[in-house]
């Protein structure tokens, strides 16, 4: 078991009178990587600064390996940053970018010279030393930042949506790479991004935040497959999210019907949130249907198609590997462990209907010069 490293203790953050920070209790342990998770403006950035001490909290403790660091100035933590605009030195080569910070500690040539070539090595740019800043693309100049960071040896990266600037191909090839560089050096990364795919690729915990408050601390699979309420359910992959009553423990009500589940705890007859995975639905015959609903919409995904089905006027996502065409009645079929319950919340009604998906992608169709007049009209 690895030991605690960074621990925040009942966090506040004011400007004017807006709390950006309520009450986070975070800890964070030795050789992680942990990603902060959440929409702008839900304060994973603010956690991040306070962390590296770029900004002090309004009340609540950092402590660093037990001790509190919150008056400690960055330069004298034992943490670095990387910042989404690299800020590189035009002017050095990649090789000076990544002494920089060894030179101002004064540490000796020959021990510079070890060090930067290691770092080059970890970061897959041997043999750029040479190179100015400025003739290197983004991914690399992404690695030089990483491994100036790197190079003076911090117990803690911190990382602020640092593939940001990348396109699609090389931000998963960095994924990877991250990944690789922090298990390679066994170094603590507290890592801030708002793309879900990103932190379930990357990361040993995930932070989902929302409102300046913790929603949910798990592992990515646990905030996949067991999200807290209808926030994480939503902001991390597609879910459909539908209104429910909890008649007993394995039996859940929606639609007039009664379903088998695998949940419980819940209170006799209590009103829940029912998360249902667009993967886990299995488009079946109408007779053989636990639910029948109208396919309102099909989009070609590659691996899958995406089809919208009105069930009750209310819009359901299924991926499927079966084409059903625009029209037609199916049946629907959810396994009793494809059930996801959760309690009521402040999200609860806000997220889950697909009705304004169907509308994007009807926009798409028409623009694909399919036929018109095929959008399912509303109840």
Request: net charge negative; with cysteine; proline share 4%.
């Amino acid at each position: 078991m690895s030991k605690e490293l960074i621990r925040l203790h009942d966090l506040c953050m004011a400007y004017d009178d807006e709390l950006v920070l309520d009450h986070i209790n975070l800890y964070i342990k030795d050789s992680e990587f942990l990603t902060l998770l959440g929409p702008s403006g839900c304060g994973k950035t603010t956690t991040l600064r306070i962390i590296g001490g770029f900004t002090t909290p309004t009340s609540g403790d950092v402590t660093f390996d037990g001790v509190r660091i919150n008056d400690v100035p960055p330069h004298k933590r034992q943490i670095n940053t990387v910042f989404q605009k690299y800020a590189l030195f035009p002017h050095l080569d990649v090789y000076e970018n990544i002494a920089f910070g060894l030179r101002i500690a004064k540490v000796p040539a020959q021990e510079i010279e070890e060090r930067v070539m290691e770092m080059l090595e970890v970061v897959s740019l041997k043999g750029f030393e040479r190179r100015r800043v400025d003739q290197l693309s983004g991914g690399q100049q992404q690695r030089v930042a990483i491994a100036r960071a790197l190079v003076n040896r911090p117990k803690v990266l911190l990382l602020d949506e640092p593939l940001g600037a990348l396109d699609l191909r090389l931000r998963k090839d960095m994924q990877i790479e991250l990944k690789r560089i922090q298990q390679q050096m066994g170094i603590t990364f507290i890592y801030v991004t708002h793309d879900q795919e990103e932190a379930l690729t990357m990361s040993d915990t995930v932070v989902v935040m929302d409102k300046g408050r913790i929603q949910q601390i798990g592992s990515p699979e646990d905030i996949y497959n067991e999200p807290t309420n209808a926030f994480v359910a939503d902001f991390i992959g597609e879910s459909n999210i539908l209104n429910g009553t909890m008649v007993r423990d394995g039996v859940v009500r929606m639609y007039r019907k009664e379903f088998p589940c695998v949940d419980g705890g819940f209170a006799p007859n209590e009103p829940v949130d029912v998360v249902i995975r667009p993967e886990d639905i299995d488009i079946v015959p109408v007779d053989q249907g636990q639910l029948v609903g109208t396919v309102t919409n099909v989009t070609f995904k590659g691996m899958q198609y995406d089809i919208i089905v009105d069930l009750g006027g209310f819009k359901w996502l299924i991926q499927t590997t079966d084409h059903s065409p625009v029209g037609s009645q199916v049946g629907v079929k959810i396994d009793p462990d494809g059930f996801h319950i959760m309690k009521k919340s402040e999200y609860s009604g806000m997220f889950g209907d697909y009705s304004s998906y169907s509308e994007e992608y009807e926009e798409l169709a028409d623009v694909s010069a399919l036929e018109e007049g095929e959008s399912g009209d509303e109840e």
